[in-house]
């Protein structure tokens, strides 16, 4: 069933709660509150998951000192096509085609982080970016296109397109102003956006606007108020 039609469905039984999340993300943040295998959000894409370039940029505010996936893209030929996993508070890997590597975050707050991960197949250079301070760039998987026809999923390290979920690799924490680009964007607007002086925007996922699934345990928080949304089925 088309997400909209859920969420109309579900306002005409007198959800107030529903109404406020129905028109964008944009003062959203989504709450993981337990390790679990089975609790994710599942984002739909302004278009086709197919480039050779590209800017995923979120904020994160966990406790966590295991493993945990931030964003996870899986095709129908490589689980990983396109993740993000943070191995600690320091130290997180971006995966590309299968292939990856690891860098150190500078500037790790004990609160929220603003994140970005860059990657471009012309040159092969991969990025992180915390808090608008760039890691030390590395080549990873030159020359590849990331496969369109997969599945974006929140909250979750995905070993097949929408499943093959691991508990002890799930996120426990808030996250918020999730923005993928299908391009490399210039260290300013990077800067800037953490600083929330950039609407960040991107013309694959725009925060504001995104489609979604998403379990019953995930938690929805905008103006101080909590609302559980059960949009999957």
């Given at each position: 069933?088309?997400m ?137 998987a ?15 390290e ?25 391009y ?28 979604l ?14 609302c ?6």
């Open positions: 069933m088309n909209y039609l859920r969420l109309v469905l579900v306002l005409l039984t007198g959800s107030a709660c529903l109404m406020r999340n129905a028109i964008g993300l944009s003062h959203n943040t989504f709450i993981f509150s337990v390790e679990s295998s089975t609790d994710y959000v599942m984002l739909t894409p302004e278009k086709e998951m197919k480039f050779d370039a590209f800017t995923l940029c979120l904020r994160a505010f966990t406790d966590l000192t295991r493993a945990y996936s931030l964003f996870s893209y899986a095709s129908y030929t490589k689980d990983n096509d396109f993740l993000l996993y943070a191995l600690s508070k320091e130290m997180y890997s971006i995966y590309v085609g299968g292939s990856h590597v690891t860098f150190k975050a500078n500037s790790v707050q004990q609160t929220w982080n603003h994140i970005c991960a860059t990657w471009d197949s012309n040159t092969g250079l991969s990025g992180l970016w915390m808090n608008g301070v760039r890691s030390v760039r590395k080549m990873l030159k020359g590849y296109t990331i496969r369109s026809g997969g599945v974006i999923v929140l909250g979750q995905q070993d097949r397109p929408g499943g093959g979920f691991d508990a002890a690799q799930s996120f426990v924490g808030e996250l918020n102003s999730v923005n993928l680009w299908d490399v964007l210039s260290p300013q607007e990077i800067h800037d956006a953490s600083e929330m002086m950039y609407r960040a925007a991107g013309n694959v996922i725009d925060w504001s606007t995104v489609k699934n998403m379990t019953e345990n995930v938690a929805v928080v905008k103006d101080s108020d909590t559980k949304i059960n949009v999957v089925g």
